[in-house]
């Protein structure tokens, strides 16, 4: 049984104390990061994040827009976007037209555990492909990300 629509945006934010602004992906109109916080408190932001150096943005959003079945950071350390650090990773899969975010797990290394590590009760989350593109494309063309391109 396939899995049902999920909405996707991305929203500013401000991570709490750190007074830094950054963009969270909001899935059916909650914060990930809430999600996940409930899950297991881990200090992530998404790699889209202001602080993070600028040339991240674009690049994570194309690897974003360009995955097909492979594990992709979906948030990561506040100063990096190497697992290594620590990031929440996710498999990003393309079935038909849509876009599908599962198996998410905590992961250290050049490897995750969705078993050990995995987040119970996030995911999956599939997306219209169409919709999908268009929050990606739109933070790609915001002037944030242009002065960086």
Not at 49 to 75: K, M, S, Y
């Amino acid at each position: 049984m396939p899995v049902p629509y999920t909405s996707l945006a991305l929203v500013p934010a401000d991570p709490s104390g750190g007074g830094h602004p950054h963009h969270d992906f909001l899935v059916d109109g909650r914060p990930l990061l809430d999600r996940l916080d409930e899950t297991d408190g881990f200090d992530t932001v998404s790699p889209l994040a202001a602080d993070v150096p600028p040339t991240v943005r674009p690049e994570h959003a194309h690897r974003l827009l360009l995955a097909d079945g492979t594990r992709q950071v979906i948030h990561s350390c506040p100063d990096c976007e190497d697992p290594g650090c620590g990031a929440v990773t996710a498999v990003v899969a393309r079935e038909g037209g849509d876009v599908v975010w599962r198996d998410f797990a905590w992961q250290t290394g050049t490897a995750a555990d969705p078993v050990r590590e995995g987040y119970p009760g996030v995911g999956p989350y599939r997306f219209p492909g169409a919709t999908y593109r268009s929050v990606l494309l739109r933070l790609l063309e915001s002037s944030a990300c242009r002065s960086v391109a």
